[in-house]
């Protein structure tokens, strides 16, 4: 194991020529990092938030062949993604596992015969590779469901389901990898560069976004990962491509898990043939998602009241057990990027819209765009653009089978209302680069995501352990102390002002 510290990693980036620079470490940046590094080229990962702080830590974890495709008779697509489930539940052991969901049919839906027939469709796409799906009146969970809605029964299928989160699926493609010409850097932007026809080489110019110190990489290929924020970096290195993203916003509520909720629940919502889920999560059950078109990025991460009442709205449609807004635990807000051609100009529902991945090259510099993409497709991603920067980038100068694997045995420790264990603070800044109090309690552990207010509690009870943790990540008491009032005021302007609640000046929270 090569472990070096922040320091040491931006000297590391300074003083190598890289083959590849990889701009942003989603789902997709993370698993070509993987990929590459494999294949023993020397590989720089930038991003300048946290490793899978955009879409990638806001889906619904599901692994997906492609039902969505079968909608629009896409029959290539379904048996692609279908394919590539597969092998990601087969190859990935550990991450992705085997998981039985229920389709509840509407009662003013289509024909529930027509229906199965649909899903029995899809499973001889995916070549029978899953379990037969079946109808069945009665269920563990129906105790769990407005019968006045929904009265038809479900149809069982099988499908695929990330075994902790998104966000550590994504950091286990990058954390394999730390050995000679292998950087990955968090909290980096890319602030400027330019190409070197002379050098054949690009530099890019970098800023460390908590110390501000500036730095460079060189790479003689740039691929372009940044998922939603893919068009800016492109505009900003003057890279034209023939597609752009749209961005649909996606939101989903947390409330606490009923008992016997063991297997998702998946809604027919009768509108525009969307969806409704109810999954289980640990200890909560996640509802959702929205599907709203927005026009930038920034206005897709911040949940607004409008989502909160569409989701207890179909919630308490659908749900037996009436939900309000004080039953939320916590929202999981993000962006779907969709690609489009550039000069698409319509007004269709993002669902509409395709969910696959598109590969541009550039005619003039050595430099990769990536669009769209999902989970499900991020292995076969990942080998469609390594082998295109195989052209471009020549043959690998290191050994590819030196990959660490796994870190060894986790350092744990407890969190106040989390059902078991988490990575302790320690470990996670030593292993995993983790910089921030949202690196930990969102990223690195399910704490903000599993306990109430974002990890603070209903009364702020747990605001002593957040201090600690700050003590631990920042420098100094009073960067300590600026980070855990930002975090608290940020809580208390979103999650509280969504799910009404008060929080007096003594701590005590109040509905």
Same mark, same amino acid.
């Given at each position: 194991?090569?472990?070096?510290?922040?320091?040491?990693?931006?000297?590391?980036?300074?003083?190598?020529?890289?083959?590849? /620079?990889?701009? *942003?470490a989603g789902i997709n940046g993370a698993s070509l990092y993987h990929e590459l590094c494999g294949r023993g080229y020397k590989v720089v990962l930038l991003d300048k938030g946290d490793f899978a702080c955009g879409t990638s830590q806001a889906s619904a974890m599901m692994v997906w062949g492609g039902l969505l495709y079968l909608r629009n008779f896409d029959i290539k697509a379904v048996v692609e993604f279908s394919l590539s489930r597969d092998r990601m539940i087969e190859r990935l052991?550990?991450?992705?596992?085997?998981?039985?969901?229920?389709?509840?049919?509407?009662?003013?839906?289509?024909?529930?015969?027509?229906?199965?027939?649909?899903?029995?469709?899809?499973?001889?796409?995916?070549?029978?590779?899953?379990?037969?799906?079946?109808?069945?009146?009665?269920?563990?969970?129906?105790?769990?469901?407005?019968?006045?809605?929904?009265?038809? *029964? @479900?149809?069982?299928?099988?499908?695929?389901?990330?075994?902790?989160?998104?966000?550590?699926?994504?950091?286990? +493609?990058?954390?394999?990898?730390?050995?000679?010409?292998?950087?990955?850097?968090?909290?980096?932007?890319? =602030?400027?560069? /330019?190409?070197? #026809?002379?050098?054949?080489? +690009?530099?890019?110019?970098?800023?460390?976004?908590?110390?501000?110190?500036?730095?460079?990489?060189?790479?003689?290929? %740039?691929?372009?990962?940044?998922? %939603?924020?893919?068009?800016?970096?492109?505009?900003?290195? *003057?890279?034209?491509?023939?597609?752009?993203?749209?961005?649909?916003?996606?939101?989903?509520?947390?409330? #606490?898990?009923?008992?016997?909720?063991?297997?998702?629940?998946? !809604?027919?919502?009768?509108?525009?043939?969307?969806?409704?889920?109810?999954?289980?999560?640990?200890?909560?059950?996640?509802?959702?998602?929205?599907?709203?078109? %927005?026009?930038?990025?920034?206005?897709?991460?911040?949940?607004?009241?409008?989502?909160?009442?569409?989701?207890?709205?179909?919630?308490?449609?659908?749900?037996?057990?009436?939900?309000?807004?004080?039953?939320?635990?916590?929202?999981?807000?993000?962006?779907?990027?969709?690609?489009?051609?550039?000069?698409?100009?319509?007004?269709?529902?993002?669902?509409?819209?395709?969910?696959?991945?598109?590969?541009?090259?550039?005619?003039?510099?050595?430099?990769?765009?990536?669009?769209?993409?999902?989970?499900?497709?991020?292995?076969? !991603?990942?080998?469609?653009?390594?082998?295109?920067?195989?052209?471009?980038?020549? =043959?690998?100068?290191?050994?590819g089978a030196h990959a660490n694997g796994a870190l060894g045995q986790v350092e744990t420790e407890s969190f106040p209302g989390m059902p078991e264990a988490v990575p302790s603070i320690d470990w996670c800044v030593r292993n995993e680069a983790c910089c921030t109090l949202d690196d930990y309690l969102r990223r690195r552990t399910n704490i903000s995501q599993w306990t109430s207010r974002e990890g603070l509690g209903e009364d702020n009870e747990h605001l002593p352990q957040i201090e600690?943790?700050? #003590?631990?990540?920042?420098?100094?008491?009073? /960067?300590?102390?600026?980070?855990?009032?930002?975090?608290?005021?940020? =809580?208390?302007?979103?999650?509280?002002?969504?799910? @009404?609640?008060?929080?007096?000046?003594? *701590?005590?929270?109040?509905?």
């Open positions: 194991m090569n472990l070096r510290n922040r320091e040491e990693l931006f000297t590391e980036a300074s003083n190598t020529r890289f083959d590849v /620079a990889i701009v *942003g052991d550990g991450r992705v596992r085997k998981q039985s969901f229920r389709y509840i049919p509407d009662s003013n839906g289509r024909n529930h015969w027509l229906t199965l027939s649909a899903f029995y469709l899809y499973w001889i796409l995916s070549s029978l590779r899953r379990e037969q799906p079946s109808l069945q009146r009665s269920f563990p969970e129906s105790n769990l469901i407005n019968h006045d809605e929904h009265n038809l *029964g @479900g149809i069982l299928f099988e499908e695929g389901m990330l075994n902790s989160s998104d966000c550590r699926f994504v950091l286990d +493609w990058i954390t394999k990898h730390s050995g000679e010409g292998q950087v990955a850097l968090n909290h980096t932007s890319v =602030v400027d560069g /330019a190409y070197s #026809k002379k050098d054949k080489c +690009w530099r890019l110019d970098l800023r460390d976004q908590l110390t501000g110190e500036e730095s460079h990489a060189r790479a003689a290929c %740039v691929v372009n990962c940044a998922g %939603v924020w893919a068009d800016r970096v492109n505009d900003q290195f *003057g890279i034209e491509s023939p597609y752009k993203h749209v961005f649909s916003k996606g939101v989903f509520a947390g409330i #606490k898990k009923a008992a016997g909720h063991e297997v998702p629940l998946i !809604f027919e919502l009768g509108e525009l043939d969307d969806t409704y889920l109810c999954l289980p999560w640990g200890p909560v059950s996640l509802l959702g998602p929205t599907e709203t078109a %927005v026009a930038t990025p920034e206005e897709g991460f911040t949940p607004e009241q409008g989502d909160v009442e569409y989701l207890l709205h179909h919630a308490n449609r659908r749900l037996a057990a009436p939900v309000a807004a004080s039953d939320i635990t916590m929202l999981r807000t993000g962006i779907r990027p969709l690609v489009v051609d550039r000069s698409y100009d319509a007004d269709e529902y993002p669902l509409d819209l395709s969910r696959r991945f598109q590969l541009v090259e550039d005619g003039g510099k050595p430099w990769v765009s990536t669009y769209g993409g999902k989970i499900t497709g991020c292995a076969q !991603f990942a080998r469609k653009v390594a082998d295109a920067l195989a052209k471009r980038a020549g =043959v690998p100068k290191l050994n600690r943790l700050a #003590k631990r990540l920042y420098p100094g008491q009073a /960067a300590a102390d600026k980070a855990v009032r930002d975090y608290v005021q940020r =809580v208390e302007q979103t999650f509280d002002r969504l799910t @009404g609640r008060q929080i007096q000046r003594n *701590g005590t929270a109040k509905n």
